[in-house]
Structures are given as C-alpha cells and as structure tokens.
C-alpha cells in the first residue's frame, strides 16, 4: 500500500470507524473556529493587562506566530500543493460541517494551534499538556469531521512548530542583541574611550 492508501485508510477508520452521536455533536463545535474566539481574545487580554513582563511577552509573540503560521500554510503551502479535501475526493466520507472548496494541505487549524501550542508550552512549561491536549484535539477534530487527511494535520502540526519556532529563535537573538548594546551603553569604560 503506498503512502496516500495509508493516509486514506487511516482517514475512513478516524472520520467512520471511530463515529458515535457524541463525537457528533462535540467535534463539529470544537472544529469550529468561532467558538473559540472570544475564549482566545479574553485569554489573550488577561495575559497583556495581568501576566506581567512574561505573559505580555507571549500574548505579543501569539499575533506574530499565528500570523507566520497562517500565512505558511494557507496562503503559500495550500496553493502551491493544491490537495483535494476527503469530503471531496471520497464518496464515504461522513462530512459534519459546510466546506469551501478550498484546498486541504496542511491543515491551516492544526498549523495554528500547533504554533500556539509551542509557544505557550515553552513560556508556561508546567501547563504545556493542556495546550498540546487542545491542539491534538482540535486537530483531530479536522479528520472526524471530514475535511483533513490525517497528514494534513500532520503537516500542519510540522508547520506550526516550525513557525513557533523560528519566532522564539528570532526573539531570543534579537533579545541577546539588545542585552549587548546595552551593556556597551551601559560600560562606562567603553563609554569614555577607556581609562586615563
């Protein structure tokens, strides 16, 4: 069987092997990017006005993660892969939710959440299993579904670690940086030429 039989294989077992009337109603309300909107913003608020230095920090690095992962994955990779979503390519698939026909790989979900996964796993250590949890939910939730071929998500988790981290990479260089000039400013020895 070669690699898109396995993907397709795993696909029907994960969105018809694995349905029952409760995953029917939980999946298609956690999938749904809407609903967790307002839980998001409010979260992303509490942390700029009562997180301190480190959770400002990290609600200022989420808009710049998830900004480079959703644009990596649906404005360049979707394109420029240009995969057929299940729900339009396989007769079987059980489709709970209104799909566009827009393209399928990587899944932009799992990218994003994956992204905000890493980040906040990285700040906040000792919560990362509620974040990694939400994003393997979530992600899962594309599959049950019926709009992502397990490597959809796969990638799209690949994409959002790798977004998240080369931000972190990008602000720990720049913060290093900064740390420097400020020591030179800082130096009075440097500051007047040396001593005399």
């Known amino acids: 069987?070669?690699?898109?039989?396995?993907?397709?294989?795993?696909?029907?077992?994960?969105?018809?092997?694995?349905?029952?009337?409760?995953?029917?109603i939980v999946m298609p309300?956690?999938?749904?990017?809407?609903?967790?909107?307002?839980?998001?913003?409010?979260?992303?608020?509490?942390?700029?006005?009562?997180?301190?230095?480190?959770?400002?920090?990290?609600?200022?690095l989420a808009v710049i993660v998830l900004t480079v992962s959703d644009q990596i994955s649906s404005s360049l990779l979707k394109p420029l892969i240009g995969r057929t979503r299940p729900c339009f390519a396989l007769e079987e698939t059980?489709?709970?939710?209104?799909?566009?026909?827009?393209f399928s790989f990587p899944s932009s979900?799992?990218?994003?959440?994956?992204?905000l996964a890493?980040?906040?796993?990285?700040?906040?250590?000792?919560?990362?299993?509620?974040?990694?949890?939400i994003a393997l939910l979530v992600?899962?939730?594309r599959i049950y579904v019926g709009v992502h071929y397990p490597s959809d998500v796969a990638g799209g988790y690949a994409v959002g670690i790798i977004s998240?981290?080369?931000?972190?990479?990008?602000?720990?260089a720049a913060r290093a940086l900064w740390r420097?000039?400020?020591s030179r400013q800082a130096d009075p020895v440097r500051k007047t030429g040396g001593m005399k």
């Open 29 to 60: 309300f956690v999938t749904e990017a809407d609903h967790w909107k307002i839980p998001l913003a409010l979260a992303w608020l509490a942390l700029l006005i009562f997180g301190g230095r480190r959770g400002r920090t990290a609600a200022l």
């Open 180 to 182: 420097r000039v400020r």
């Open 118 to 133: 890493w980040l906040f796993s990285i700040t906040y250590p000792k919560k990362k299993w509620i974040f990694i949890g």
């Open 1 to 24: 069987m070669d690699l898109y039989g396995i993907d397709r294989t795993l696909f029907l077992l994960l969105n018809n092997g694995a349905a029952n009337g409760l995953f029917d």
């Open 139 to 141: 992600g899962y939730s």
């Open 109 to 115: 979900h799992a990218a994003n959440n994956a992204a």
């Open 164 to 172: 998240a981290g080369g931000v972190l990479l990008l602000e720990r």
């Open 94 to 102: 059980r489709l709970l939710i209104r799909q566009s026909r827009s």
